[in-house]
């Protein structure tokens, strides 16, 4: 089969059979110029999109293969006819070890055979690191820089970015910005940003640009290249957890102005292990609705405990979305499971139908009502100051109880619908560590001791 003949989208969607049919009598070169062609090897989620966009912002954690993506998109964009291309990167150092000399980098990509469309000679770039600059044979040229060195980039003109680990920035806006003003070359000059995202103003901005389009993809997307331990390791180590949901799931978490709980402080409260409980309790915040999966609020569940060393651990979020026989069951079974001392739920709000619902699936649960005489906030602060101590630690991860957390306020909750889980989670660590000083907390009356 001639070499020009390559119909990889035809090829792709043949049956396996033919396929492999074909696939054995490429000789060397057509095998070596099909290995080298990107739009036969890549993931779906690793071309870029179609449209009429000005940056297409890749969003992808650890190892997705965000660099491949990165050199490949240049190399394609070079056989369209760029000609003057920017690429930058968090430090000199990240330039040159990633983009240009890494295992994924320009230099690994490129390749003797590679032509423009135009039938152009290409093959692989000169590079002259003194002058920080990659030359391929037709004039093409693409030049390095720094983010640490934003005024570099005054002057420089390019028709096509490359902009890697663009959240990782030291001087993100103003680079961004210097970028920006000298992308003017060419009728359709285009960005390319690969980056793990971070909570970052600039980002946010660039996400918002109605003329990015945004590619978002997980380490596990690539995980036929990686290797099984440390997928194993990193699925252990982070998956759930607030660090792992950024740089593994590539998610933009954020924390909220004025929030009780930040980020940082939940990062610092877990834990893996816990020691011996001196009490235990269940808190079940009741939603008022009757349990449909597709409206109303989930029921908060949570289970805490109290060390031996006196700290308070949240070891469970049980929360869910169910009927009163189906949450009540939930509920009981953290009960038994945990060897809880109690269940506890709040009596202003459906308190009475909650004992109704924890006697009906479990008459010998140890239950008590609990009232309060202030509000949400009043009642979340105290607690939030035990995590500024350290006083309270998290088991593993519980990335839907934190994400509600920090979205508290002092000024109220600013998440999606109820703060269902916060509330449980105040109720059994009140329950815990702040009974006894908390005179406005008023204790209901205990319907069963164990």
């Given at each position: ?161 490359w902009c890697d680990e663009l959240a990782a920035w030291k001087h993100l806006s103003e680079t961004w910005d210097m970028a920006m003003f000298g992308l003017r070359l060419g009728s359709r000059p285009r960005t390319c940003i690969t980056t793990t995202p971070k909570p970052k103003a600039a980002l946010r901005k660039i996400i918002a640009d109605t003329r990015t389009v945004i590619t978002r993809g997980s ?232």
């Amino acid at each position: 089969m001639p070499e020009a003949s390559f119909n990889l989208s035809s090829l792709a969607s043949l049956p396996p059979h033919q396929r492999d049919a074909i696939l054995a009598r490429l000789t060397d070169k057509e095998c070596q110029a099909l290995l080298h062609d990107w739009q036969f090897v890549a993931r779906p989620n690793q071309l870029p999109p179609d449209g009429d966009w000005l940056i297409w912002l890749i969003l992808a954690g650890r190892g997705f293969g965000k660099t491949r993506t990165g050199a490949e998109w240049v190399r394609e964009q070079l056989k369209a006819g760029a000609s003057r291309l920017g690429l930058i990167a968090p430090t000199a150092s990240d330039a040159r070890d990633v983009m240009v000399e890494g295992e994924s980098g320009l230099l690994a990509v490129c390749w003797a055979g590679d032509r423009t469309n135009k039938g152009e000679i290409l093959g692989r770039p000169q590079y002259e690191p003194s002058k920080r600059r990659l030359t391929w044979a037709n004039g093409a040229m693409a030049t390095l820089f720094s983010a640490e060195e934003p005024e570099r980039l005054r002057g420089p003109q390019h028709d096509r970015l490359w902009c890697d680990e663009l959240a990782a920035w030291k001087h993100l806006s103003e680079t961004w910005d210097m970028a920006m003003f000298g992308l003017r070359l060419g009728s359709r000059p285009r960005t390319c940003i690969t980056t793990t995202p971070k909570p970052k103003a600039a980002l946010r901005k660039i996400i918002a640009d109605t003329r990015t389009v945004i590619t978002r993809g997980s380490t596990f997307d690539n995980a036929g290249n990686l290797a099984p331990e440390f997928l194993q390791a990193v699925k252990e180590k982070y998956e759930g957890t607030r660090l792992g949901r950024q740089e593994l799931n590539a998610e933009m978490l954020d924390d909220v102005p004025g929030a009780l709980w930040t980020a940082a402080m939940l990062e610092a409260a877990r834990v893996s292990a816990v020691p011996d409980m001196q009490r235990v309790v269940v808190a079940i915040d009741p939603s008022g609705t009757k349990g449909q999966e597709d409206r109303g609020d989930s029921v908060g569940i949570v289970v805490a405990g109290k060390g031996v060393d006196g700290l308070a651990y949240v070891l469970a979020d049980r929360t869910c979305k169910l009927s009163p026989d189906g949450w009540g069951r939930r509920a009981t079974a953290a009960y038994r499971e945990f060897k809880a001392d109690r269940i506890v739920a709040e009596r202003n709000f459906g308190g009475a139908m909650v004992e109704h619902v924890i006697r009906t699936v479990d008459p010998t649960a140890s239950y008590r009502e609990v009232t309060a005489s202030r509000g949400k906030v009043a009642r979340a602060e105290p607690v939030a100051a035990l995590y500024e101590q350290g006083r309270v630690k998290h088991l593993a991860a519980m990335s839907d109880l934190e994400d509600q957390m920090t979205g508290f306020t002092a000024d109220g909750y600013v998440g999606e619908g109820s703060p269902d889980r916060v509330d449980a989670a105040v109720w059994a660590l009140t329950e815990l560590m702040l009974k006894d000083e908390a005179p406005t907390l008023q204790v209901g009356r205990q319907i069963m001791r164990r």
